[in-house]
Each structure stands twice: as C-alpha cells, then as structure tokens.
C-alpha cells in the first residue's frame, strides 16, 4: 500500500490537489481512464466506476438509417465491440455501464426538475437550458458566456432565448426512435443524459468526474450547469481531464481521416504495447501517435517479458530444490545490497511519480527500466559463476516480484505466460515484417552458409534487411535465433536499437553479436499514457461496409477505447461520459 497522499490535477480549481474522497475508503466516479481506476484499487480505495453508453444520438440513427438497421441494435453490436477491445487492452470493467436508451426515467425526470427551478423552457417540443439563468456558467472551463460561440455543434435555433442555450430534450423527427415525455415524444439531448445517470448511480455529489480535454467545453460545461441547476447539492469533487491522441501533433478525428481504430492496431502490435504505449506520455499531455513510438513499445514489452521470462528458467532449478528441502522464506533470506538498494528505489519511485498526478513515464524509463537491467545483470551472473549463492537466486525472486507488482498496477500483467506473451509478440513483428517463421529461419540458413563461404557481404546485407523489417538476428556460439526489433533503416550506423535491446540468457547483450551483426542505432524509449475520453460511443465498431468506427483511443464523446478510431470526433457518436 502506498503510504504517500495522492495529488491529482482538478481542472475545475485549475491546481493540483491532495486527492480525498467525501467517504474514507470509497470512491465514486464517472468514466475513469483504466490508469487511474486501477490505481485507486492499489491504494485500497472500493471504487464505485459508471461508464455510461449513449446509444441513440444523431450519428447512429443516421448510420442505422442508411443500412437499413435498427438504432439500437446496431449500437448494441458496437457497444460490445468495445467492450471486447477493452478486455484486450486488459481493462478492467465498471461497476455500472447504464445505457441512454434503459434510463428515460431518470433523464425526464432530471428535465422536469430543471424546469420546475427556472433553469430550463420547452418550445415545440424542444426543451432547452438557459444558460443566462446559471450565474455560474463558464467556471469548469473558464469561458465567458460572450465568448462561446453558439451553434458549435448545430446551426443556430432561432426559437432560443440565448444562442448559448443547449438541448435538453429533442422533439421526435420522422424516421428516429422517440420516447413519450410532458413536452411530446422525443429523444435526450446528449449532455443531459450523462448528468441523469451519474445522479442515479452515484447520486447528485461525487468524487471524480474524468474525460477527454475535448469535452471541457461545451460537454462538461453543460453537465456542471444543468446538475446544479437540478440540485442545489450537486457537488462533483473534481474534474480530471486527459490530452487529445495526436498524429504529426495534429489532433485524430473522423473528419480530417487521421484516425486508426484500436483493432487496426491490435491486429498488427501486441495490446499491451498499444497499453504501455498510451502510457509513455503523461496523461494530461497529447500522444502523438506514430509507428515508431509503436514499435519502440513493442520492443519495451518484448524486453520486459524476456527477462521476466529468463529469471523464471534461471530459477525453476532453484525453486524446485527449495520445494524439495519444504521451502523457504525469501523474505527472511539475505539479498544482495545491489538488490535491496534496486528495489527500494522502485518502490520509493513508483509511489512518488504515481502519487504525483500519474507519471507513468518516469515510472517505465526510470526504476522500473532500472532493475529489468539489474534483473538480466544478475542472470549472467548467475550464468558465470560456478558457485552459487542462495542470495544471488533470493534477491532474482525479490526482483521478479517487484516487477510484477508494478505491471500488475500499471495493467501490463497479462494472464498468459511470459513465453505466450513474446511468442505473440514474435508473431505480430512477423506479419509487420511481411514474412513467416519459415521465411525467417531460411533466411538465417542462408546466411549461415554465406559465412561459411566466407561471403561477409551477403551476410550482412540479409541481417540488415531482416533488421529494416524489425527482426534482429543473434549469434549465440554456433546458434542463430532471432527477436523482433525497432525497424532500422539501412544507411544508419550499426548501433543498439533502444535502451531494452539488453539481452539476458536466451538474447546476449547486443554487444557480443559477430561482425557487424548488432542490430542497429538507439531509439529513445517509451513513455508514458493518456486516458481514454469519456464516452463509448456505440458506434465503438462498425460494420464492414462502414468506415471504421472502433472505439476511440481518445474521442470527443466518452469512451475507454475499442474498436473505434483512437481519436474520433464527437460527430461519431461515443459513448461512455
């Protein structure tokens, strides 16, 4: 358990804050990122998450309309599509997902009671807030009502009294799911929907109110005016807010045609290299989305899960002599002092850089980098000394167990073996590369006998063209197997890939490759994430004749990306607030 006060950022006082919950040892909360759920679970808060999905909204009626399709079974096949890319990207389910669709009750009823306050008025079945009647309005995102500019995401209506006021309740239009309410059938309004919702699972005063940075205004603006203008009690502690996914620091969207959708990525890089990569920048800063920051994340999961994979080969012996004896206690047992110094520092650094508004970047290219060097250090240790110490296998199993517990936080802990993890990875680089296992280990046949034949320069040209693909080839006394890799281009200096391309048992460190066979020049390493916006728009998936809509990455209506674009506008419709 961390023992340091957590800060986060709260956009509504615009500071960083010690972070306390209205009810010791509980918190509640509308659309977390999976980061700072997860972490709240570490620091032994009982999290009551909602992650809300609109369901009908203009895009998906429009979309049903023109296949032909129900609105909302259509948006029921995408709203489990994200959910399915969730579960890949190993994040952990809400304790509440409601839909628009199930809580008309709730959201006529908030309506009503805006109504009845003075804050809202109906026109032709239309309903709408009056911003002019919530002094208030503008303190979330700092804006002035003079400078809003009305008609942001629809034309002007001029039947409102204030060109700022938004909908509540739209009226039925030929050809759209409509619902019975006092002022004519009709459907929500989008903002009203999150409030009502969050108000019946969390009641009208909560701790953490999360999104995109996008959403600040108009989305959440409108949600912090029409909650208090339905209760007087209304109180959302804080409001945190993560940066856009960016693509040549352009922002992705739908419209411009700049976004991928979490499958496109998946079916060509590992989840939890799409994962460590979303966590390579702060998450109030933009990730700019490029193949090479991806690459560079595979190669950091890949060195991660070697060495993990490595220390469990070294010690299995180890172990199994320890189980025959009736086992011991490592905890008792003496570590090295470069082992105890090692994990102190990971211990101290992880809850200083996540209890400091979650720095997983400094967490995965600082300590943690730290002692996966420490942990491959002591294997070729191991692997040289004729007699070995107990301490020197006792402080290997406290190492692994460090960094297991700080994957297991940060989600990059996954259920499957450590060496079903780098045979998927191994398998995703072969289909980046455009070649088969076969293709690979033909290839190392050939060069091979090109060495033998004393033919260095064909030798070296077919490690540099496997090495531009992204596989790297090792020399391991008489042996040659090989690894994915950061893709390196031809005319660059034979050099280490990046600071993980230290290799432990199965992969020897870089440097003892024969004749030029190093695979090439450093790359920085990975960083940390961004939290996925807020709402899960059900179009996370679409169909084949569709383009993409897989749940955004990083989206402009709520969600914990799918299989929508990594970064969608809010023109394409998410979901979870």
Request: net charge negative; hydrophobic share 35%; charged share 25%.
């Amino acid at each position: 358990m961390a023992n340091q006060e957590f800060q986060v950022y709260n956009t509504l006082t615009k500071q960083k804050e010690v972070f306390k919950s209205k009810e010791p040892g509980k918190v509640g909360s509308n659309y977390l990122s999976f980061l700072l759920f997860i972490y709240l679970q570490y620091l032994g808060y009982e999290v009551n998450y909602v992650r809300n999905f609109t369901d009908v909204d203009d895009k998906i009626i429009r979309r049903a309309n023109e296949l032909g399709d129900d609105p909302l079974k259509l948006s029921g096949r995408y709203c489990q599509e994200f959910l399915d890319d969730m579960n890949d990207l190993q994040c952990l389910p809400p304790t509440h997902q409601p839909r628009v669709s199930d809580h008309m009750d709730e959201i006529r009823d908030m309506i009503s009671q805006i109504i009845q306050n003075g804050c809202a008025y109906s026109v032709e079945g239309d309903v709408y807030f009056a911003v002019d009647k919530f002094p208030a309005y503008g303190r979330l995102s700092g804006r002035k009502t003079e400078d809003n500019r009305a008609g942001e995401r629809i034309a002007v209506d001029s039947r409102k009294r204030n060109p700022a006021d938004f909908a509540l309740w739209k009226a039925a239009k030929p050809g759209e799911p409509s619902w019975d309410s006092p002022w004519g059938p009709g459907r929500p309004g989008w903002h009203i929907e999150c409030s009502a919702m969050s108000a019946r699972y969390l009641t009208s005063s909560f701790d953490i109110h999360g999104g995109g940075m996008d959403l600040i205004f108009p989305h959440h603006e409108n949600e912090y005016a029409q909650s208090c203008a339905a209760c007087s009690d209304s109180n959302i502690r804080y409001w945190m807010h993560n940066g856009f996914v960016t693509e040549n620091n352009e922002k992705m969207s739908k419209s411009l045609g700049n976004f991928f959708t979490i499958r496109d990525i998946t079916k060509r890089y590992h989840p939890l290299a799409l994962r460590y990569f979303l966590m390579s920048t702060h998450y109030r800063s933009p990730v700019n989305y490029s193949i090479s920051q991806l690459e560079i994340a595979s190669d950091s999961v890949f060195y991660t899960y070697q060495a993990l994979f490595d220390s469990e080969e070294a010690l299995s012996t180890f172990r199994e002599q320890q189980s025959a004896k009736g086992g011991t206690n490592a905890k008792a047992e003496r570590l090295t002092s470069e082992a105890q110094n090692c994990i102190k520092k990971l211990r101290t650094d992880f809850q200083m850089k996540m209890s400091d508004d979650l720095h997983t970047n400094d967490m995965l290219n600082g300590a943690l980098l730290e002692t996966l060097r420490l942990m491959n250090k002591s294997l070729e240790s191991l692997k040289k000394k004729k007699q070995q110490q107990p301490a020197q296998f006792h402080s290997l199993i406290a190492l692994e167990r460090e960094v297991r517990e700080v994957l297991n936080t940060l989600g990059l802990l996954s259920s499957s073996t450590y060496s079903e993890v780098l045979q998927q990875l191994k398998d995703r680089a072969l289909k980046r590369a455009g070649l088969t296992e076969e293709d690979v280990v033909s290839l190392i046949e050939e060069r091979v006998q090109a060495r033998k034949n004393k033919e260095y320069a064909k030798s070296d040209q077919i490690r540099l063209d496997l090495s531009a693909k992204g596989i790297a080839l090792m020399d391991l006394g008489n042996e040659t197997i090989w690894r994915p890799c950061v893709p390196v281009e031809q005319e660059q200096p034979v050099a280490l890939i990046s600071p993980h391309l230290e290799q432990s048992k199965l992969v020897p460190p870089v440097s003892k490759l024969v004749e030029q066979e190093q695979p090439a020049a450093p790359v920085s390493s990975l960083v940390e994430q961004v939290q996925p916006v807020e709402q899960v728009s059900a179009l996370t998936k679409q169909d084949q004749s569709l383009e993409p809509v897989s749940a955004p990455i990083k989206q402009e209506q709520p969600v914990e990306p799918v299989s929508a674009p990594i970064k969608q506008e809010e023109t394409v419709t998410p979901v979870s607030t």
